[in-house]
Each structure stands twice: as structure tokens, then as C-alpha cells.
């Protein structure tokens, strides 16, 4: 049976996918390499269980600390063709774009983001590459597939388990989760919508879709996880 246990660095989840093997999705960010096997005991994961490292997509809060988890644990690290440039580059910024309902709030989610966005992040060699055709996650010991799902970010994908469960990074969020509408009384617990960084509004809704047609739950990149009643309305 698949277990997914969650951790959260800043502001942002990563996830332990525990099957036939053990898997990190997405790495969190702006820890210190020393806090790092804290945030293990608390899960009661071992570092050496964890074999892979999965990344969802190119964005700063995703993968800033996919290189102190690979000398940690000793993992290979899995991504789309597009996020290992940023894996190899390590120039944090520039890599966002904002759809028009980001300004429509004082713009406070653009500020938040040009506020905490670091300048660079440390780089590291990816292991395992893929394109946009994906990758079957079977051979390596986990039971299910990875999609891309563009739109959010052109090398952003999703980690469709056969239990129809999902791991969706950034496509959709609840509003409340995020850090700078936390205590914004706009935005009470359920607010939930597409993520407004997004390259094209109407390919993420497509990418969202086709996470539906695998997944009825949501583990995303912020927040608690998401039923299929939530997230299908915001695609019709």
C-alpha cells in the first residue's frame, strides 16, 4: 500500500512517498542543511530509505534544497528536461510568470514572490532526465507515472499514483495557504483556485483536467490535500 507523509519547509510541502520504494516529491526551501534531519526524525523516514528525488518544477520553493538532499541521502535525482537547466544554472529568479489575477490584490502575491525569491540556488547534477512524454514510475518502486502539466511552468509535472491519488505541485492551490493572504480576511480556508503564476491559463486548466482523469485527491505544493469536489470546478 502507497503512504504519503508530508513535511513543510517555509512555506511550501515536500512529500515522502513511501511503496516498494521510498521517494522524496519536491525538496521545500530556505532551510539550512542542518535542519534537514529533523525534519526526517519527525516523519520517521531514514535517510538512506530514500532512494529518489522527484521534482516537480523549476520554482525556487521546489528544488532550492535538492542538492543538500542528495548528499544527505544519497537519492538520484528525477526531473523534467526543463528544471534540470534550472537544476544546472541555478538563477532563481527570472523564472516566474504571473497571470493577469496576481494584480488584481494590491499585488501582493507578485510582491511576495519578487520579496522572497532568492537570487540563485545551490546546483546540483540531476540523475534521471525526462521530456514532456513523462516517465513510468514503475521501475523504480513506485506505483504510478509522472505527467507533465504544463502551464503553471512550462517544466512543472505531476506524480499520478494507481491508488488515485496525485502529487500536483503549483497547479492548484487554496489561497489561504499562501503566505502573504495567510491573514488576508479575503481569503478564509478554501479558497481555492489555479495557481496565477502561470504561463497560460487555459493549459493549466487542461493539465488540471488530466491529473483528474488519474487522481481524485490532491497532494499539492501548499496546504492540505484536495478532493476531486474542489478541484473540478475550478476547471469547467
Given at each position: 500500500m502507497t503512504e504519503i507523509k508530508k513535511f513543510t519547509t517555509y512555506f511550501v510541502n515536500g512529500y515522502i512517498v513511501k511503496d516498494d520504494k521510498t521517494i522524496m516529491f519536491d525538496t521545500g526551501a530556505l532551510f539550512e542543511p542542518?535542519?534537514?534531519?529533523?525534519?526526517?526524525?519527525?516523519?520517521?523516514?531514514?535517510?538512506?530509505?530514500?532512494?529518489?528525488?522527484?521534482?516537480?518544477?523549476?520554482?525556487?520553493?521546489?528544488?532550492m534544497l535538492a542538492k543538500a538532499w542528495k548528499e544527505m541521502t544519497g537519492a538520484k535525482i528525477i526531473c523534467h528536461e526543463k528544471t534540470a537547466e534550472a537544476l544546472r544554472d541555478g538563477n532563481a529568479q527570472g523564472r516566474f510568470q504571473y497571470g493577469p489575477k496576481c494584480y488584481d490584490y494590491d499585488k501582493a502575491y507578485y510582491n511576495f514572490m519578487e520579496e522572497t525569491t532568492p537570487p540563485t540556488i545551490p546546483t546540483v547534477e540531476p540523475d534521471i532526465v525526462f521530456g514532456d512524454e513523462g516517465l513510468d514510475m514503475h521501475p523504480y518502486g513506485i506505483n504510478g507515472k509522472i505527467i507533465h502539466t504544463p502551464g503553471?511552468?512550462?517544466?512543472?509535472?505531476?506524480?499520478?499514483?494507481?491508488?488515485?491519488?496525485?502529487?500536483?505541485?503549483?497547479?492548484?492551490?487554496?489561497?489561504?495557504?499562501?503566505?502573504?493572504?495567510?491573514?488576508?480576511?479575503?481569503?478564509?480556508?478554501?479558497?481555492?483556485?489555479?495557481?496565477?503564476?502561470?504561463?497560460?491559463?487555459?493549459?493549466?486548466?487542461?493539465?488540471?483536467?488530466?491529473?483528474?482523469?488519474?487522481?481524485d485527491i490532491f497532494y499539492g505544493g501548499h496546504g492540505a490535500p484536495m478532493s476531486r469536489d474542489v478541484v473540478e470546478p475550478l476547471v469547467k
Open positions: 542542518e535542519q534537514l534531519p529533523g525534519v526526517l526524525d519527525e516523519l520517521g523516514v531514514s535517510a538512506e530509505d530514500i532512494e529518489y528525488i522527484v521534482i516537480s518544477h523549476a520554482h525556487y520553493d521546489h528544488c503553471h511552468d512550462d517544466s512543472h509535472i505531476a506524480l499520478v499514483l494507481d491508488n488515485r491519488t496525485a502529487l500536483t505541485g503549483d497547479s492548484v492551490y487554496d489561497l489561504h495557504d499562501v503566505g502573504c493572504f495567510t491573514e488576508d480576511p479575503r481569503f478564509p480556508e478554501g479558497s481555492y483556485s489555479l495557481n496565477w503564476i502561470c504561463t497560460d491559463e487555459e493549459l493549466l486548466k487542461d493539465s488540471v483536467r488530466k491529473i483528474l482523469e488519474g487522481a
